[in-house]
């Protein structure tokens, strides 16, 4: 794993890993994937489609056993990873959102997962307008700055929770790995995020609190962290995710998605068909098993964000050139040379070309099994 984390500050931006209330009563229309509650339906006849509180229902997010639920609905991830930095720089810019948005409405996309809380207002009204959804991230020490740290994370909250372009509240990313960041005990992560997922629950009942934990969690992250409403879980077992499916539901019954899952485009070595080098065929091979593992597990995983949207220059040398970074092959679950380049995870490249996996994307995103989108919902 390639750590780009700098102490005291501990960032919540995406690396990879080191292996790397509607319920009961809801009436089913398995066309749609719809759930309709009769509170719903009773508010949305008598209050009319563009009150406040109809638009608040349409967006509530919710649970019903295994399942997210999106305004009634269920709602499948169909996600990417985006942190947009522009070549010869190391700070995220939305400039090219709108040509970005395209893109991934091109590719089925409907959820955009960041790595830091989205400060500009019109960013969140256009990402809206296009009809996907965020993840919105909080890193534990931020140096103040929306961080959990010093509970500022909650201003961000406060402020934006009323916003339809919200998904969930994810807080921390693999922080699980590096017990050094929180005085050699883990223990003091999950008290801090579970005190945080409470936090977000007192002031912002309309929406889900989630983490991004590095692969399956161990009996004291479950136990110490009950406030937890989703589990996103960054899983490399080279284009296998699926496994994680059975193990996850005999520990918990709550909802699981893969906050990270993916391959790049980079072979360190050779290995079976794959030569070395630059090689957009092995990571089109590799998402396309990601993805179909991904659906085929429906009834536990109820989506993905893939790993990543576009190639990063910033990660690993000279932000003006794309990098080969630290070669390591097979010291992680990254198919199929078992090391994570880290600048070559797009699905994109740097100008926005669309690399081979984009195509697999977009058949995978656009043509989910009937069964991926009714499979989930539990009484």
């Given at each position: ?62 649970l019903a056993g ?77 140096e103040g700055d ?147 593992e991904v659906f ?84």
């Amino acid at each position: 794993m390639l750590s780009m984390f700098k102490l005291p500050k501990i960032a919540s931006c995406f690396f990879i890993g080191a292996l790397s209330v509607l319920t009961a009563c809801a009436n089913i229309d398995n066309g749609t994937g719809k759930i309709a509650s009769a509170s719903l339906v009773t508010s949305a006849m008598s209050k009319g489609s563009n009150t406040p509180l109809l638009q608040e229902q349409e967006n509530e997010v919710t649970l019903a056993g295994r399942q997210i639920l999106v305004g009634g609905s269920q709602y499948t991830i169909k996600g990417i990873c985006y942190h947009p930095v522009p070549q010869g720089s190391d700070q995220r810019d939305f400039a090219t959102l709108t040509q970005d948005l395209a893109i991934m409405k091109e590719a089925g996309i409907n959820t955009i997962r960041v790595c830091a809380p989205i400060e500009e207002k019109a960013v969140l009204d256009e990402i809206d307008a296009a009809g996907l959804k965020v993840i919105i991230g909080f890193g534990y020490n931020q140096e103040g700055d929306y961080d959990i740290l010093s509970g500022t994370f909650i201003d961000y909250v406060e402020r934006y929770k009323g916003h339809s372009a919200i998904l969930l509240w994810e807080l921390g990313n693999e922080y699980n790995y590096h017990p050094e960041w929180f005085e050699g005990d883990l223990s003091n992560w999950y008290n801090a995020l579970n005190k945080a997922a409470q936090m977000i629950h007192d002031v912002d009942p309309t929406h889900l609190v989630s983490t991004a934990h590095g692969e399956l969690p161990d009996e004291l992250a479950l136990s110490l962290s009950p406030n937890v409403d989703v589990w996103g879980l960054n899983v490399y077992r080279w284009d296998q995710p699926g496994t994680i499916a059975a193990e996850w539901a005999a520990i918990s019954d709550k909802p699981l998605f893969l906050s990270e899952a993916g391959a790049d485009s980079y072979m360190a070595v050779s290995k079976d068909q794959y030569s070395i080098g630059d090689n957009q065929q092995a990571q089109a091979d590799a998402t396309e098993n990601i993805l179909d593992e991904v659906f085929d597990n429906a009834d536990i995983i109820s989506g993905v964000a893939l790993f990543a949207f576009v190639d990063e220059f910033w990660k690993a040398g000279d932000n003006d050139v794309q990098d080969i970074g630290t070669e390591r092959p097979f010291s992680s679950g990254v198919p199929y040379d078992g090391t994570a380049n880290e600048e070559y995870w797009g699905l994109l490249e740097i100008d926005r070309t669309r690399k081979q996996a984009f195509n697999v994307v977009k058949e995978k995103f656009l043509n989910v099994p009937q069964r991926a989108i009714t499979a989930n919902i539990a009484y």
